[in-house]
C-alpha cells in the first residue's frame, strides 16, 4: 500500500463502503463494521442462494465506485463470504 493511501484516515474508506452497502441492502437487513476494515451484515429470513447474490451485488457495486479521498479517489476492492444461521442457533449464540 502506498505512503499516501496509509496516510489517509481508515474512516474515510469505511465510511465509503458502508454507505455503498446500506444504499443497498433492504430496510430489515443489518450493516455493521465488525473490526477495522470489515463488516458483517445480518439479513434475516434470507436463504443461502439469496445471500450469495447479494454478497456479489455488493462486491460488484464496492468495486465499481470511489471513494473521495481528497486528491484523490480511491478505487476498493473486496472480499465477501456468506453463512447461515437458523433462528434456534441464534438464541443461543452471540456473534464474538
Given at each position: 500500500m502506498s505512503t499516501t493511501l496509509m496516510d489517509?484516515?481508515?474512516g474515510i474508506l469505511c465510511c465509503g463502503v458502508a454507505s455503498i452497502t446500506k444504499?443497498?441492502?433492504r430496510v430489515s437487513d443489518i450493516v455493521a463494521r465488525?473490526?477495522?476494515?470489515?463488516?458483517i451484515i445480518l439479513l434475516p429470513e434470507?436463504?443461502?442462494a439469496d445471500a450469495a447474490d447479494v454478497?456479489?451485488?455488493l462486491r460488484w457495486r464496492i468495486e465499481d465506485s470511489s471513494v473521495d479521498g481528497g486528491?484523490?479517489?480511491?478505487?476498493?476492492?473486496?472480499?465477501?463470504?456468506s453463512a447461515i444461521?437458523?433462528?434456534?442457533?441464534?438464541?443461543?449464540?452471540?456473534?464474538?
Open positions: 489517509m484516515p481508515q444504499s443497498h441492502v465488525y473490526g477495522g476494515e470489515e463488516f434470507t436463504i443461502a454478497a456479489e451485488n486528491k484523490y479517489l480511491i478505487r476498493i476492492t473486496a472480499v465477501l463470504e444461521i437458523s433462528k434456534n442457533q441464534m438464541q443461543n449464540q452471540t456473534i464474538k
